[in-house]
């Protein structure tokens, strides 16, 4: 088969993508709609055959908002309890074993149904409770011994970014068609900093679709600047505290207000790369068939899963 490759998939980014892609037509014989699910097998079939992975893994959020983080920073996703419009909607991430976030009803009921399907293709489904699905691929990126790719819409993951241990991210956010392949050259070539520094850029730019405020007055360009002539944010702040630098009054001044925020906002924003998960990385060989064929085919008649069982179960067989 070739070298080793693994494929670390942001399961919820990629299923929400399918439910608001996919018409909500597709629906099974009872009536349950099942867009998010043919959507997602469309979309795993897809990603297997163009990059042919080893070993693949579907990362969960156990918990999409954990306790931890919301005490060190309140507003950590608070927007999302509330309910929010489509936009952000699209962005949200749903969790069946905690008290989610506010998601359409049809998608809620198709969560379960997308962990059975890929229980019985024996695709590996991979959480930690009191951790989201980021924290997981943060930790499988970091002890894999093999080239990874991470699939997902979340530009948070860009921090796993690394050259030197062949670690990619495939961002969705154009589709999963049109997904951009990201590198330290690509990072460096949208935000002007290369992608070890991308917790101390967003901690300072921030991001409202997370609720993380960023430092007042900060965007970008000044973001990337300060990381370019400092480094991380421990070199910033101790630069700005040095009257003799070239950091302006004015950035020292915002600096100085958003201290509070700053000791505790890499803690938030930085993804977990040591968790003790229920796998390793040589847990996650791809299957080359359904593990439960008998089980499998029952969802297939149940749900009307059609063309996009077909595909996957394609997909998996090329693999030998």
């Given at each position: 088969m070739g070298s080793q490759r693994l494929l670390l998939l942001d399961t919820a980014s990629l299923y929400f993508r399918a439910f608001f892609g996919v018409p909500d037509?597709?629906?099974?014989?009872?009536?349950?709609?099942?867009?998010?699910?043919?959507?997602?097998?469309?979309?795993?079939?897809?990603?297997?055959?163009?990059?042919?992975?080893?070993?693949?893994?579907?990362?969960?959020?156990?918990?999409?908002?954990?306790?931890?983080?919301?005490?060190?920073?309140?507003?950590?996703?608070?927007?999302?309890?509330?309910?929010?419009?489509?936009?952000?909607?699209?962005?949200m991430a749903i969790s069946d074993s905690t008290e989610g976030e506010q998601a359409?009803?049809?998608?809620a009921v198709q969560v379960p149904v997308i962990r059975e399907v890929l229980a019985a293709l024996g695709l590996a489904v991979v959480g930690k409770n009191g951790y989201e699905a980021d924290d997981v691929i943060g930790t499988l990126a970091a002890t894999a011994m093999m080239?990874?790719?991470?699939?997902?819409?979340?530009?948070?993951?860009?921090?796993?970014?690394?050259?030197?241990?062949?670690?990619?991210?495939?961002?969705?956010?154009?589709?999963?068609?049109?997904?951009?392949?990201?590198?330290?050259?690509w990072v460096k070539a949208k935000y002007g900093i290369p992608a070890a520094h991308y917790v101390d850029f967003a901690v300072l730019r921030g991001d409202p679709s997370d609720g993380l405020p960023g430092v007042a007055g900060i965007g970008e360009k000044t973001a990337a600047s300060l990381i370019?002539?400092?480094?991380?944010?421990?070199?910033?702040?101790?630069?700005?505290?040095?009257?003799?630098?070239?950091?302006?009054?004015?950035?020292?001044?915002?600096?100085?207000?958003?201290?509070d925020y700053l000791a505790v906002a890499p803690t938030v924003v930085a993804v977990a790369s040591d968790l003790e998960l229920p796998v390793t990385v040589d847990d996650l060989a791809l299957p080359t068939e359904p593990a439960s064929p008998a089980a499998f085919t029952a969802l297939v008649d149940r749900y009307g899963l059609g063309g996009s069982a077909e595909r996957v179960v394609k997909s998996l067989a090329a693999q030998r």
């Amino acid at each position: 088969m070739g070298s080793q490759r693994l494929l670390l998939l942001d399961t919820a980014s990629l299923y929400f993508r399918a439910f608001f892609g996919v018409p909500d037509s597709f629906r099974a014989p009872d009536g349950t709609p099942v867009n998010a699910v043919r959507g997602l097998l469309d979309f795993i079939a897809r990603l297997v055959e163009t990059y042919r992975p080893t070993h693949l893994a579907c990362c969960w959020d156990n918990d999409w908002r954990p306790a931890w983080r919301v005490e060190l920073i309140p507003s950590y996703k608070a927007h999302r309890v509330a309910g929010a419009g489509d936009a952000v909607v699209e962005q949200m991430a749903i969790s069946d074993s905690t008290e989610g976030e506010q998601a359409p009803d049809d998608l809620a009921v198709q969560v379960p149904v997308i962990r059975e399907v890929l229980a019985a293709l024996g695709l590996a489904v991979v959480g930690k409770n009191g951790y989201e699905a980021d924290d997981v691929i943060g930790t499988l990126a970091a002890t894999a011994m093999m080239p990874v790719e991470v699939v997902t819409g979340d530009r948070d993951l860009f921090q796993v970014v690394d050259d030197t241990r062949a670690v990619r991210v495939l961002y969705i956010a154009r589709g999963v068609g049109k997904h951009e392949r990201v590198d330290d050259a690509w990072v460096k070539a949208k935000y002007g900093i290369p992608a070890a520094h991308y917790v101390d850029f967003a901690v300072l730019r921030g991001d409202p679709s997370d609720g993380l405020p960023g430092v007042a007055g900060i965007g970008e360009k000044t973001a990337a600047s300060l990381i370019n002539s400092y480094g991380g944010l421990s070199e910033i702040i101790a630069a700005a505290s040095e009257p003799s630098t070239k950091v302006s009054p004015s950035v020292r001044s915002k600096l100085g207000k958003a201290i509070d925020y700053l000791a505790v906002a890499p803690t938030v924003v930085a993804v977990a790369s040591d968790l003790e998960l229920p796998v390793t990385v040589d847990d996650l060989a791809l299957p080359t068939e359904p593990a439960s064929p008998a089980a499998f085919t029952a969802l297939v008649d149940r749900y009307g899963l059609g063309g996009s069982a077909e595909r996957v179960v394609k997909s998996l067989a090329a693999q030998r």
